[in-house]
């Protein structure tokens, strides 16, 4: 069963005491158990880098090994051509994923250059969009007949 890669971007590490009027009060490592409680028996990778280098070298990894990509690029989302390009090279579904709803929010935060490369793009559900985007990736790759099973 090829995984599901879960892959965040910079300053996600410091979720709970970051911004919590934005994000919220819950941390990376509790949503991590959101995403595994939500894969069932689907293998999750799981991750969390502020170096733009080390992102897409995941993609890399997730365009050889991976059956879904799940991506909060966090600021990189608005200025990283390198991972724009590498999310052009995956052929299976991928979900752009924002914790805070990016077009409420300052003009610099509202045009995400990922939108153009991924299947759907979820923004404003705080950290539940987390596991909302495993349960629609596990229904989009079972509508493939790629799923693992159930
Ligand atoms: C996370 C970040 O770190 C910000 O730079 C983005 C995104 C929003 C989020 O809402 O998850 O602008």
């Not at 293998?43 to 170096?51: D, K, L, M």
């Not at 200025?79 to 991928?94: E, N, Q, T, V, Y």
């Not at 709803?101 to 003009?107: A, D, G, L, Q, W």
Request: aromatic fraction near 6%.
């Amino acid at each position: 069963m090829k995984p599901i890669y879960i892959l965040n971007g910079p300053n996600l590490n410091r979720l709970g005491r970051r911004e919590p009027e934005i994000y919220g009060h819950t941390t990376l490592v509790e949503i991590e158990a959101m995403c595994r409680a939500a894969a069932g028996d689907a293998p999750v990778v799981f991750r969390q880098s502020n170096a733009e280098a080390e992102l897409v070298d995941w993609i890399h990894e997730a365009i050889d090994e991976g059956a879904a990509i799940i991506i909060n690029p966090a600021g990189l989302s608005f200025r990283s051509i390198p991972i724009l390009d590498a999310l052009k090279m995956f052929d299976g579904p991928i979900i752009e994923l924002h914790i805070s709803n990016i077009h409420r929010r300052e003009e610099i935060y509202q045009h995400s250059l990922m939108s153009r490369a991924v299947t759907a793009v979820i923004a404003g559900l705080g950290p539940m969009g987390y596991p909302t985007s495993v349960k629609a990736i596990r229904q989009i790759l079972g509508n493939l007949g790629t799923t693992p099973s159930r």
